[in-house]
């Protein structure tokens, strides 16, 4: 008994000895992913006056620190502002490599707005506060982590492991993703894409809800309606005014509803969405998923945006202008008009389309087709969905097991676009795998005070580590 006794007592030690060394690990662990994404958010990369490149250069000084050869960390871009960062992680080579993505840029963002500075990393009440927080740079830490973390161990993955941190993402003509397939695809070329701008795992009311898996995502498109006149003096208006016509358009616009589109991917959504939740909501949801939709669940389910977004191209008003003097009538109006189509529909369908909801010759609508850092004009083309890899299925479900167990994946479709259609077009299956959970009740992407928790933020940096290791050990 005594000999029990000594023997428990000893693996009791061992036990608390382990426990408290995994706790100093992973908080030494967190206390450097927070240094990087502190650094990330403090380096202004917005496209008016920001520098991605100080932030790749930035990354790639941290992975050449830790063992990183010079010749596998590349820092390179079309111009001095727009660099993207490359990393390759070798492996035994016996598969084709993965790509990891994420975007360095973010969206504008005015200080009068926001209750902080949004380019101060502000940590309050369980936050972290900073344009770029939510999208993306905390995917772009994740990212970084990992890969410090595997080299520091010695880990030796079964192929080579591809980092890319891009530029012009969110705007702007020289957008990494782009450049990088059309510069120097062989820096990039993979079996499959891990995109961490998407696949949002999601959090309501505190209840984690599912670990999304976006396989698809809508098209993004600008659309420009003008409409001219000879204007005047302001003194005598007349009946015609380009702001009045160009405001009846947008109004037009507005009540108007794209028809129902439903496919696998968002179909499977809502069947396991239905799950989650009860009551009323779960009816419409299931009767979103059946083979033809319920039209009255439809209908409902629409006055919400973001289920809205899901069942519907949408097209909406983001950029006004008009007018040339304060005591002149208008003589030109103009709004840009962003869409987001949906996966299968022509463009050209939703350019005639709106031309019908206006109705109205005087309002020109015209196609705003982007422009690449050399002035091509970018084609505006459909994106297929990537196939459901069951390597990449069945580690994320893996994966999530060990932190969340009983958590369902759920393939997605995306409402909005990311780098991962030009992956797409260029044959590469991508995957949006966002690794950490979002408040789907607080999303501040390209809002003000945008913010992520800041446990959510470290669970995200283990899980990120955990799955990019399953991937490379397969």
């Not at 992975?63 to 010079?70: I, K, M, S, T, W």
């Not at 659309?223 to 009045?244: C, D, K, M, W």
């Not at 893996?398 to 009983?406: A, D, F």
Request: proline share 5%; hydrophobic share 40%.
């Amino acid at each position: 008994m005594v000999r029990a006794r000594g023997c428990i007592a000893v693996l009791s030690c061992a036990v608390l000895l382990s426990a408290g060394v995994q706790a100093e690990d992973r908080q030494k662990t967190d206390q450097e992913a927070r240094a990087i994404l502190k650094q990330l958010i403090e380096i202004n990369t917005t496209d008016s006056i920001g520098n991605v490149s100080e932030a790749a250069e930035a990354m790639a000084q941290r992975l050449r620190a830790a063992g990183f050869a010079e010749k596998d960390v590349t820092v390179a871009g079309p111009n001095d502002r727009k660099k993207n960062l490359v990393v390759r992680y070798r492996g035994a080579g016996q598969k084709k490599p993965i790509l990891f993505i994420g975007h360095l840029d973010v969206v504008e963002a005015l200080r009068a707005d926001w209750t902080t500075n949004p380019f101060e990393f502000v940590e309050k009440d369980g936050y972290f506060y900073g344009r770029g927080t939510q999208d993306m740079k905390e995917g772009d830490a994740i990212l970084v982590m990992a890969f410090l973390r595997l080299k520091q161990e010695g880990f030796v993955p079964d192929r080579d492991l591809i980092l890319a941190l891009t530029a012009d993402e969110e705007g702007g003509k020289a957008n990494g993703i782009d450049w990088l397939l059309k510069e120097h695809k062989d820096w990039i070329d993979a079996e499959y894409c891990i995109n961490l701008d998407g696949g949002e795992f999601e959090k309501l009311k505190g209840k984690r809800l599912l670990a999304g898996l976006q396989a698809s995502e809508k098209v993004y498109a600008d659309f420009q309606l003008e409409t001219t006149n000879p204007g005047g003096h302001s003194s005598v208006p007349g009946r015609e005014n380009a702001i009045y016509e160009l405001a009846a358009a947008l109004l037009k616009l507005q009540a108007f509803s794209f028809p129902v589109k439903i496919n696998e991917i968002t179909r499977n959504y809502f069947k396991h969405s239905a799950t989650l939740t009860t009551g009323s909501l779960a009816a419409d949801l299931r009767g979103a998923a059946k083979e033809p939709p319920d039209p009255d669940a439809v209908k409902r389910l629409s006055a919400n945006p973001y289920y809205n977004s899901l069942l519907h191209t949408t097209c909406v008003a983001t950029l006004l202008s008009g007018g040339h003097a304060p005591n002149a009538l208008p003589q030109t109006a103009r709004a840009n008009v962003n869409c987001r189509i949906f996966p299968g529909e022509d463009p050209a369908e939703v350019h005639k389309t709106l031309e019908r909801v206006v109705a109205n010759p005087k309002v020109k609508v015209t196609l705003v087709s982007g422009k690449t850092a050399d002035g091509k004009l970018i084609p505006i083309v459909a994106v297929p969905p990537s196939p459901l890899l069951p390597q990449v299925t069945a580690t994320l479900e893996r994966t999530v097991s060990t932190m969340w167990p009983g958590l369902p994946v759920v393939p997605t479709m995306s409402t909005g676009a990311t780098d991962g259609k030009y992956l797409r077009i260029a044959g590469i299956p991508t995957y949006g795998i966002a690794c950490m959970f979002f408040d789907m009740e607080d999303d501040r992407a390209h809002g003000k005070d945008e913010r992520i928790e800041v446990q959510e933020y470290y669970d995200g940096v283990e899980f990120g580590y955990r799955f990019i290791k399953a991937l490379g050990s397969n």
